[in-house]
């Protein structure tokens, strides 16, 4: 079974108290992330991590804090969850986006400027090239960016597991909410122990 690991917006403004947009509890989740990183790669399974990537003035700083702006150290992703063979994949057109395809690159480093990770404009053919049957998501904000992502790649048809230990939300309830959507309409939920066992 081709699977592929989608690590979202786990991002030192997200994940830290001192960042700018702190996700409460998140910084618990980064060991977590940081392992299933790892065994992607441990066993040849790429990895897309999103993040975000705003200019100065982005319109979604109207809505939220200034955050995750490229050049700064909030933007950027813990050591521990970035693996050795990476390539950014910028949302821009023209963009030499196969080389994120080839030549064995671990991890994807997607940017976006919107909560949804498919706004990218390269992620649907990253997707179609890398012809997965399983999909493995967790992250920040479970009630924001990870359910676009999870939804979204429910609409694919493919296998979507959520690793249940490995997500934060900013709100507890609807957090909770959206798990419970997200089982509701075909998703399945894991934990980090059952994604390492299962390979």
Not at 97 to 118: D, M, P, R, Y
Not at 156 to 167: F, N, P, Q, S, W
Request: contains cysteine.
């Amino acid at each position: 079974m081709m699977t592929v690991f989608f690590d979202v917006d786990t991002q030192i403004d997200f994940l830290y108290p001192a960042g700018a947009l702190y996700v409460p509890g998140a910084e618990r989740i980064v060991e977590r992330v940081a392992a299933l990183n790892r065994h992607a790669a441990s066993r040849g399974i790429i990895v897309i991590s999103s993040m975000d990537a705003h200019s100065e003035d982005d319109p979604e700083f109207r809505i939220w804090p200034h955050h995750c702006v490229p050049g700064t150290a909030g933007q950027q992703k813990p050591a521990s969850t970035l693996l050795e063979k990476r390539v950014v994949v910028h949302n821009v057109v023209p963009h030499e986006s196969s080389k994120a395809i080839h030549g064995g690159v671990n991890q994807i480093l997607l940017e976006k400027q919107t909560v949804n990770c498919f706004t990218n404009v390269h992620l649907p053919a990253l997707l179609d090239h890398l012809k997965a049957d399983r999909y493995v998501v967790y992250g920040v904000v479970t009630e924001i960016c990870v359910r676009h992502a999870a939804f979204g790649l429910l609409k694919t048809g493919k296998r979507v597991e959520l690793v249940t230990d490995a997500v934060r939300g900013l709100d507890e309830k609807a957090g909770a909410a959206m798990i419970a959507d997200f089982a509701g309409s075909g998703g399945l939920l894991t934990t980090v122990e059952s994604v390492r066992a299962s390979e």
